[in-house]
């Protein structure tokens, strides 16, 4: 047998090497692949955490912070249906001084408040058109007695509607047969100071016991409150009424007025107190105060009542 050269075993020796070694050469090419994700999987997780953890705290600063911009409370304010503008006139510098509370009314005749008052309605303050109500309040308790201010004063007006078909132009004329007069219902305080006016003028010579008898002939109609009055003539309802003279004020483009006398006319006294059951004392008390104060008390005056 021949033997190879040495030359050519070599060669031989290079090429199987080689071709051993040709895997091994692959390898490092599928390598960057598999460590690529590890390394890039813990970066990607350096970042979003902090990122995350500053996210959940502000989340739960405002989970923390929400309700207390959210809350509120409420000062549930019972009042006279009189009462209505001038009150509703009040509350944004009320509720402006006391941030976070919002004034609720509650407006109606005033035997009406008083009677909700004591079966157990949710009122923290209570205005009333006379004290006859305020005492009744007083007498179940729920107003301590002592406790209540007048605030203001009103008088009473004819009314009649603007076109007054019926010529109404004196209060004589009331007595005039076949009229449909308008009136608070005598529990009303408005109906009773009507009633009062009616007696006072019944005892003049110039109107005779008979005036009052013969103007409440012609009334057709009993209201439960003052605003209810001044609708019914507004609309045509009736020929005349009895309401306050802050009242008329508010519609002086449907109805007319006729002026009742200092001597015949009453003049309405407005007490006003906190109620000793409130889930508010204090802002109760503080909202009597602002009745009370110049700036409340120059409100009322510009809605056409009377200072104390």
Do not use: W
Not at 159 to 182: E, Q, V, Y
Request: charged share 15%.
């Amino acid at each position: 047998m021949k033997r190879l050269p040495i030359a050519l075993l070599m060669i031989l020796l290079t090429l199987l090497v080689a071709a051993c070694g040709a895997p091994a050469a692959s390898s490092p090419t599928r390598l960057p692949v598999s460590t690529t994700a590890p390394t890039t999987a813990p970066t990607v997780a350096a970042i979003t955490t902090p990122t995350n953890a500053s996210t959940a705290v502000a989340t739960t600063a405002v989970a923390t912070t929400a309700p207390t911009v959210a809350a509120s409370t409420t000062l549930n304010v019972f009042a006279a249906a009189s009462l209505t503008d001038a009150f509703k006139a009040i509350a944004p510098a009320f509720e402006a001084a006391h941030p976070g509370v919002k004034i609720v009314y509650n407006f109606a005749g005033a035997q009406q408040l008083a009677a909700q008052i004591n079966e157990g309605a949710p009122a923290d303050v209570f205005a009333s058109a006379n004290k006859k109500q305020i005492d009744v309040v007083i007498a179940s308790s729920k107003i301590i007695s002592g406790t209540a201010q007048t605030f203001v004063r009103n008088r009473l007006v004819v009314i009649t509607p603007k076109a007054n078909p019926a010529g109404i132009t004196s209060l004589k004329d009331l007595a005039k047969p076949g009229l449909k007069l308008i009136f608070e219902a005598k529990a009303v305080p408005a109906g009773q100071y009507s009633l009062d006016f009616l007696t006072k003028a019944s005892k003049l010579p110039e109107y005779t016991s008979a005036y009052s008898p013969t103007v409440l002939a012609n009334v057709v109609s009993y209201e439960d409150n003052v605003r209810s009055v001044l609708s019914k003539i507004a609309l045509g309802e009736g020929d005349a009424g009895i309401v306050y003279t802050t009242d008329a004020a508010t519609d002086v483009e449907h109805i007319g007025t006729i002026t009742i006398p200092d001597e015949l006319n009453v003049i309405a006294v407005y007490p006003i107190a906190p109620l000793a059951e409130s889930k508010v004392p204090d802002l109760a008390k503080a909202f009597v105060t602002y009745v009370l104060s110049p700036e409340g008390q120059q409100v009322l005056l510009k809605y056409g009542f009377l200072l104390p």
